[in-house]
């Protein structure tokens, strides 16, 4: 059975610092996916990572894939109070698409 | 593009009674949908996958008598939760499989009173 796991679950952070948060998982994939959900809202995507070695970056956000090491990492850069939300990392085992399976979530809150 | 739209967004039903969920893809077509439960503060369990014409695949524990799917068109899937009980109260997202990513309805949040 695959599992995701994120860490951390909960961080709260000053505006303008930066931190990253991990996603591991426990079987061969060399496709993974990062979303944001804000409180009450469906999931929006942030990134969509197709290689080892994948690195993708938007605004403050940056992600990474290492497949051998199973681990992707979500860089976040001098953080601004509309970073806070929940972020989600998912792998998807198969290749295709399809049965995505998603890490706990991190909640993360930027203090001003 | 790679829009889905969820309808409901919101329902309140009464315990007992059945809720029908409607999930499409408006731009796209999707031979495969996917059904996730989000409980508070936690993540995404899928459900089901849903796919057209033939039979969803529940996921272990899913009640697939209870949780009714639909697959009719290419982009329509619907999910029936059957005499609806008050922990079935949850949000309710449905994706749609569109090459190698999932697009992400806005979710249903059904309240069984």
């Known amino acids: 059975e695959l599992k995701v796991e994120q860490n951390p679950l909960f961080l709260s952070m000053q505006e303008g610092k930066n931190y990253t948060i991990y996603c591991n998982y426990s079987?061969?994939?060399?496709?993974l996916y990062w979303y944001r959900q804000d409180p009450g809202k469906s999931l929006e995507s942030l990134f969509v990572?197709?290689?080892?070695?994948a690195v993708k970056q938007e605004g403050r956000l940056m992600a990474s894939l290492d497949t051998k090491a199973r681990l992707s990492t979500l860089h976040i850069t001098a953080a601004v109070h509309d970073l806070s939300a929940t972020y989600f990392c998912?792998?998807?085992?198969?290749?295709?698409?399809?049965?995505?399976?998603f890490g706990g979530g991190t909640r993360l809150m930027v203090k001003p | 593009g790679a829009v889905v739209s969820q309808h409901p967004s919101r329902v309140i039903c009464k315990s007992g009674t059945s809720v029908k969920i409607e999930c499409r893809s408006l731009?796209?077509?999707?031979?495969?949908m996917f059904w996730y439960r989000q409980f508070p503060k936690q993540s995404l369990m899928l459900m089901a996958t849903?796919?057209?014409?033939?039979?969803?695949?529940?996921e272990q524990g899913v009640e697939k008598d209870k949780f009714l799917i639909n697959h009719a068109s290419l982009t329509l899937s619907t999910l029936t939760v059957t005499s609806a009980h008050p922990e079935d109260s949850s949000f309710y997202i449905c994706?749609?499989?569109?090459?190698?990513?999932?697009?992400f309805g806005p979710g249903t949040r059904l309240t069984v009173t």
């Open positions: 998912a792998v998807d085992p198969d290749h295709a698409g399809n049965m995505l399976t």
């Open positions: 731009d796209f077509q999707a031979t495969t």
């Open positions: 079987t061969t994939s060399d496709r």
């Open positions: 990572l197709l290689s080892n070695g």
């Open positions: 994706s749609a499989q569109g090459g190698y990513e999932q697009y």
């Open positions: 849903s796919n057209e014409g033939s039979k969803a695949t529940y």
